[in-house]
DNA sequence: AATATTAATCGTAATATTGCAATTAATAGA
DNA sequence: TCTATTAATTGCAATATTACGATTAATATT
């Protein structure tokens, strides 16, 4: 096997996870704060920060625009990203509520 | 290859992505909020909820474990989980300052 | 047109994850 | 002690992820 059984969760449950997942790299992160940092849109420059190599850099690009949370547009022979702010703001939305819950219930039965 | 580089990445990102990896599994979401909602610990009874075979629930619960995000304590023949508040709490804050710094930088250059 | 620059895609190898059947470990109760 | 119950561990197969060299695609510059 090895294929996640999504159909035995909630839409909701199958978000949020799918959204971690998009988080769940260390590079991807890096990507995410470099874009946030410099208000302005990034090119290939990541390359040179992160250390890691040029397709590598691209698959996680990818990675993040498939789920739509950068976007990228061609600028001359370089291409420029930046964060897609309806989708952020959805998924920071959603681990706040998953986050939330845990305030009502204060269990400590072990 | 196939092994993150963790070596290239700060401390923070590597939490962060180390976090969002132990959520990116709807199960183990499931399994959270399961613990969540029912105000007392859960024992074996997320097996007969989540519709996951024993071993692939214990797998999950391990993982959760060795994160810190969850405690096991044994209750006769069967175990009793609960959620660790100081872990949740730190986790919480974690994505709540990474989330945040979105509002910092209204980028719209793309 | 020829060359340089930039980034995506392809192919491949290494490693990690997911899921479960079979087994094992450990306690509860007869 | 013997049996039932509950959960962890082991072992294995299928699939997914990570990383990068080589190549390709596309625009910019000469």
């Known amino acids: 096997m090895g294929a996640t059984k999504t159909d035995l969760f909630t839409k909701k449950q199958n978000e949020i996870a799918m959204m971690a ?3 769940a790299h260390p590079a991807r992160i890096a990507i995410l704060q ?3 940092k410099t208000n302005s849109c990034i090119c290939g420059s990541l390359v ?3 250390g890691l190599a040029q397709p590598t850099i691209s698959q996680h690009l990818k990675e993040l625009k498939a789920i739509g949370l950068i976007r990228g547009t061609i600028e001359g022979t370089s291409v420029c990203y930046c964060i897609n702010p309806k989708v952020w703001n959805q998924y920071k939305q959603l681990f706040a509520d998953f ?3 845990s305030i009502k219930n204060e269990n400590n039965c072990c």
Chains 1, 2 share one sequence.
């Open 99 to 101: 986050f939330k819950e």
């Open 21 to 23: 997942k998009a988080l």
């Open 34 to 36: 470099e874009i946030l």
């Open 48 to 50: 040179n920060d992160l």
